[in-house]
């Protein structure tokens, strides 16, 4: 059982620079989310996606884009990258509102 | 709006000590469920138990307890025994349309 995938696990951007981290869950879920995670902050959500086609916005969306084309594939895009966007990327999905959510092992990004 | 509080930012125990873990919420919904999350050193996140508004029994697991008062609005973890392997920073979160979660506890359990 692959679970939440994420790809890349790491990644060194310049600022400026423009990616896309995947994530990938083999579940079925309906529910798919992003947080990033900072020293001191816990995690906090990016953007969620309540079903294919659909995206909304978290508690922490600027800088960042999302798209669900496929039930199983979350993107999060980061268009010009900012140094305030290092951080440790998640994501997570789950079946319904009231589940446990599954989390993929995590990207490590950082921005110079 | 939801908000989780975890005040214990960090603790250090001795090996074989027992440590509670606070969490306390806010929620004006009637139905809510609570969550607790360990995140080891190595990084991923393990889900540890799930807990709803309407059960305020208390749930044991081996060395890990859970302590859910409704009239405190706190979900409190207690492990028994303290092991090495326990250190990790513990999240307890709230869900809505996501998970809320608190800042986290480290715990370092030391031999």
């Known amino acids: 059982n692959a679970g939440v995938t994420q790809t890349p696990k790491f990644r060194v951007l310049k600022t400026g620079q423009s990616m896309t981290l995947l994530c990938a869950q083999d579940?079925?879920?309906?529910?798919m989310y992003w947080y990033r995670q900072d020293p001191g902050m816990g995690l906090r959500l990016i953007h969620y996606?309540?079903?294919?086609?659909?995206?909304a916005k978290g508690e922490v969306p600027d800088g960042y884009n999302v798209s669900r084309l496929k039930k199983q594939n979350f993107l999060l895009g980061l268009e010009s990258a900012a140094p305030s966007q290092t951080s440790v990327y998640f994501c997570a999905s789950r079946t319904g509102v009231y589940q446990p959510q599954h989390f993929g092992d995590g990207t490590r990004l950082s921005i110079l | 709006a939801q908000k989780v509080t975890q005040a214990q930012t960090e603790i250090s125990v001795v090996e074989k000590e027992d440590v509670t873990l606070d969490c306390v919420y806010e929620?004006?919904?009637?139905?809510?469920?609570l969550f607790w999350y360990k995140q080891p050193p190595s990084g991923e996140l393990v889900f540890l138990i799930r807990r709803n508004s309407f059960d305020e029994q208390n749930e044991i697991s081996g060395r890990y307890s859970w302590n859910f008062q409704k009239s405190t609005s706190s979900f409190n973890f207690t492990i028994t025994a303290s092991q090495v392997v326990d250190s990790a920073v513990y999240f307890c979160?709230?869900?809505?349309?996501?998970?809320?979660f608190g800042k986290g506890t480290s715990l370092l359990v030391t031999p």
């Open positions: 579940m079925n879920h309906e529910y």
């Open positions: 929620t004006r919904d009637t139905t809510y469920y």
């Open positions: 979160a709230l869900s809505d349309h996501a998970l809320n």
């Open positions: 996606s309540v079903g294919e086609g659909t995206t």
